[in-house]
């Protein structure tokens, strides 16, 4: 059997979107999970990520033991000063395991341009969470018929697209010229532990 999903990673303006785009190229096999919840929701989808609102996220053993694992950094603060929660991201990736789940059955395969690596990733160097805590919090999660693609850039390369697009939607959009270099330049180390520590990773460098 084949890959039932597929995630891919990499730092803010490494191009995962547009990556996405390219490979699943209107491939009905394909199903891109941010498109699709966007068409379906709207702005919805971020309450469901952020509240995860179906009931039974609350008593699922894997979300017990999930928050469970993070309870002791609940209190932090966000080490780039943005006004984000731990608790939200930590809803962010139970709500991706569970869409996974709902969906095993479906003939599509799911494509994330931020599935769980990306989101563990995002809380590592947000937060500053010890690495080791965040592989325990990997392995409650995936699954073993996931692909994980990392999209590697340098980090100016990422810096001038993240200027050229000027989104000012996210936190880190407002940071100053100096604090996203150390940003980003704390993302992608942060990344390459990933690459390093989990198995069957493909490599894109999309430079």
Request: glycine letters at 4%.
């Amino acid at each position: 059997m084949g890959k039932q999903s597929i995630e891919l990673f990499g730092i803010p303006g490494s191009g995962k979107s547009y990556y996405i785009k390219k490979m699943i190229d209107n491939d009905p096999k394909y199903l891109n999970v941010t498109t699709y919840l966007f068409s379906k929701y709207g702005n919805l989808k971020f309450k469901i990520f952020v509240h995860g609102r179906l009931s039974f996220f609350c008593e699922h053993e894997i979300t017990n033991k999930v928050i469970n694992l993070f309870r002791p950094y609940l209190g932090k603060e966000n080490i780039f000063g943005f006004d984000v929660k731990l608790i939200i991201y930590i809803y962010q990736l139970i709500y991706i395991y569970h869409f996974k789940r709902l969906y095993k059955s479906r003939p599509k395969i799911l494509v994330f341009d931020e599935g769980i690596v990306h989101r563990l990733i995002s809380i590592e160097t947000e937060f500053d969470i010890p690495h080791d805590i965040m592989m325990q919090a990997y392995y409650l999660l995936i699954d073993s018929n996931v692909k994980n693609i990392f999209i590697d850039v340098p980090t100016q390369l990422a810096f001038k697209r993240i200027h050229i697009r000027n989104r000012n939607i996210t936190s880190m959009d407002f940071l100053s010229d100096e604090e996203l270099r150390i940003f980003l330049d704390r993302y992608r180390k942060v990344c390459m532990d990933y690459f390093r520590d989990l198995k069957e990773v493909e490599l894109v460098e999309n430079y």
